[in-house]
């Protein structure tokens, strides 16, 4: 006998309980997912009270993602033979108090020319969030290293398992409709569909029709039976865009389907019942809206369960250049560009009413148009570079004057006596975070520790 052999003679014993004391989830199945083996560490990751409540690999949901991790490993036959090799991926596990995250392994094993499936389970939950909080990234095209956003972002995935309305405020180009594709994408809903709606290009005689369907007669040119954006939503999210634009009297229609979930479609007698989650959003605070007489009350307080703000890109200056370097390396497919000193600066010194769409737009055309791989002021389009040193954002000053304002030794004392606290010092000096900033760029203070955001 070789020693590899009477080592496995001696675990065999020993086996069950070191199976036991381990921390990740394991199960055994055999090859149509009844239990064999469960480990007590599986139980407490999965939320199972007792063993005799798991007689089969928990749901069909993971059975799917078996079978996708196996067909995105190359195995082209996977739906008709068994999955082969070692698979993993992550299996989000819905909680009352917010999603877990598993990451499973498996593969096959043989035994007595029998086929069994081992699986491990580790919770990643943590991890996966430190990955998107250190590497700036987040899910559906955010790249960001501002808190206020982050903060945004978490309390969307802190919602996404609910179906409370969720509301998004914030600048046109700011990321709402990324903010509400994220939303759904995490929801328990992501397998139904997403259907976004502009509210203000829709057409005042034909809203009815565009929400709740219509049939065959029930106006001129309704030539047969055609289903709304409620309906084609039906099991997923309907995110209205640019609510605020909607007629009053609209409003009132559109507060009614929210409140029961039922509709007749236009020409009908017969209810329609829907499931159906709605997020809205808008570039117009609603609240003075309703202040206004503009928009109604009720359906306010219908939509705004959870308002959640958009950041203006201006707000976020931290983003800029880490948006702008982003947008350029995907535009430049033949060719590295990269901002010069004197760019960058333009780019900080521009108060981006346009937001990302406008970064976006303006990093396209220096990619294009600008001849040397380093991209200078000169580059940049000459409306742009007007704009940059004459339009400041209300209470901010042009960084013309920054260093006249503001002596390097008095930002530091101000510092110094807010313990590095941005938000106290700008008060104290009567101007906003982003001009504060800006005037600590230009003096190089904003990468001593002593600086908080």
Same mark, same amino acid.
């Given at each position: 006998?070789?020693?590899?052999?009477?080592?496995? $003679? !001696? #675990?065999?014993?020993? /086996?069950?309980?070191?199976? @036991?004391?381990?921390? &990740?989830?394991?199960?055994?199945?055999?090859? =149509?997912?009844?239990?064999?083996?469960?480990?007590?560490?599986?139980?407490?990751?999965?939320?199972?009270?007792?063993?005799?409540?798991?007689?089969?690999?928990?749901?069909?949901?993971?059975?799917? $993602? !078996? #079978?996708?991790?196996? /067909?995105?490993?190359?195995? @082209?036959?996977?739906? &008709?033979?068994?999955?082969?090799?070692?698979? =993993?991926?992550?299996?989000?596990?819905?909680?009352?108090?917010?999603?877990?995250?598993?990451?499973?392994?498996?593969?096959?094993?043989?035994?007595?020319?029998?086929?069994?499936?081992?699986?491990?389970?580790?919770?990643?939950?943590? /991890?996966?969030?430190?990955?998107?909080?250190?590497?700036?990234?987040?899910?559906?095209?955010?790249?960001?290293?501002?808190?206020?956003?982050?903060?945004?972002?978490?309390?969307?995935?802190?919602?996404?398992?609910?179906?409370?309305?969720?509301?998004?405020?914030?600048?046109?180009?700011?990321?709402?409709?990324?903010?509400?594709?994220? /939303?759904?994408?995490?929801?328990?809903?992501?397998?139904?569909?997403?259907?976004?709606?502009?509210?203000?290009?829709?057409?005042?005689?034909?809203?009815?029709?565009?929400?709740?369907?219509?049939?065959?007669?029930?106006?001129?040119?309704?030539?047969?039976?055609?289903?709304?954006?409620?309906?084609?939503?039906?099991?997923?999210?309907?995110?209205?865009?640019?609510?605020?634009?909607?007629?009053?009297?609209?409003?009132?229609?559109?507060?009614?389907?929210?409140?029961?979930?039922?509709?007749?479609?236009?020409?009908?007698?017969?209810?329609?019942?829907?499931?159906?989650?709605?997020?809205?959003?808008?570039?117009?605070?609603?609240?003075?809206?309703?202040?206004?007489?503009?928009?109604?009350?009720?359906?306010?307080?219908?939509?705004?369960?959870?308002?959640?703000?958009?950041?203006?890109?201006?707000?976020?200056?931290?983003?800029?250049?880490?948006?702008?370097?982003?947008?350029?390396?995907?535009?430049?497919?033949?060719?590295?560009?990269?901002?010069?000193?004197?760019?960058?600066?333009?780019?900080?010194?521009?108060?981006?009413?346009?937001?990302?769409?406008?970064?976006?737009?303006?990093?396209?055309?220096?990619?294009?148009?600008?001849?040397?791989?380093?991209?200078?002021?000169?580059?940049?389009?000459?409306?742009?570079?007007?704009?940059?040193?004459?339009?400041?954002?209300?209470?901010?000053?042009?960084?013309?004057?920054?260093?006249?304002?503001?002596?390097?030794?008095?930002?530091?004392?101000?510092?110094?006596?807010?313990?590095?606290?941005?938000?106290?010092?700008?008060?104290?000096?009567?101007?906003?975070?982003?001009?504060?900033?800006?005037?600590?760029?230009?003096?190089?203070?904003?990468?001593?520790?002593?600086?908080?955001?």
């Amino acid at each position: 006998m070789t020693q590899y052999a009477q080592g496995m $003679e !001696l #675990l065999y014993p020993v /086996l069950p309980e070191l199976l @036991e004391t381990l921390g &990740s989830g394991l199960i055994l199945t055999d090859q =149509q997912g009844l239990v064999k083996y469960v480990n007590s560490a599986t139980l407490k990751l999965l939320g199972v009270d007792q063993l005799e409540h798991l007689r089969e690999i928990p749901g069909e949901k993971m059975r799917k $993602e !078996l #079978l996708k991790a196996a /067909l995105d490993s190359g195995q @082209e036959d996977a739906v &008709s033979r068994p999955q082969v090799g070692c698979l =993993q991926w992550d299996h989000r596990l819905p909680g009352a108090i917010g999603d877990k995250i598993l990451h499973v392994r498996t593969r096959l094993v043989e035994k007595d020319q029998e086929k069994y499936r081992i699986f491990f389970f580790e919770d990643v939950t943590g /991890l996966r969030h430190a990955e998107r909080v250190l590497g700036g990234t987040q899910q559906i095209g955010f790249l960001t290293e501002d808190t206020a956003l982050r903060d945004s972002i978490s309390l969307v995935e802190k919602v996404a398992n609910t179906d409370s309305c969720v509301f998004f405020w914030g600048e046109s180009g700011s990321g709402k409709g990324l903010m509400a594709r994220l /939303l759904h994408q995490l929801s328990p809903r992501n397998s139904k569909p997403l259907i976004e709606v502009n509210c203000a290009a829709i057409p005042e005689n034909l809203f009815e029709a565009e929400f709740f369907g219509s049939v065959k007669g029930a106006f001129t040119g309704a030539v047969s039976d055609r289903i709304g954006r409620f309906t084609a939503a039906d099991g997923g999210t309907l995110f209205l865009d640019e609510v605020s634009e909607l007629p009053l009297y609209h409003q009132a229609k559109l507060l009614k389907v929210l409140e029961d979930n039922c509709f007749e479609p236009l020409g009908s007698i017969k209810t329609r019942h829907v499931d159906v989650r709605v997020i809205a959003a808008s570039n117009r605070n609603l609240k003075e809206a309703v202040e206004s007489g503009t928009f109604r009350s009720d359906l306010y307080y219908r939509l705004n369960v959870i308002p959640v703000r958009i950041p203006p890109l201006r707000e976020r200056p931290s983003d800029i250049i880490l948006l702008a370097e982003y947008f350029l390396h995907g535009a430049c497919k033949s060719s590295q560009k990269i901002f010069s000193a004197e760019a960058k600066r333009l780019l900080l010194d521009h108060p981006w009413p346009g937001n990302v769409r406008e970064l976006r737009n303006v990093v396209e055309y220096l990619a294009i148009c600008s001849a040397e791989a380093h991209i200078h002021k000169s580059d940049f389009p000459k409306d742009f570079q007007e704009k940059s040193t004459t339009v400041s954002v209300p209470g901010d000053k042009t960084l013309s004057s920054a260093k006249a304002s503001y002596g390097k030794e008095q930002l530091q004392r101000l510092l110094s006596k807010h313990h590095g606290n941005r938000a106290q010092c700008a008060r104290e000096l009567g101007i906003d975070r982003v001009t504060l900033w800006r005037h600590l760029k230009r003096w190089g203070l904003t990468n001593g520790t002593e600086v908080r955001p």
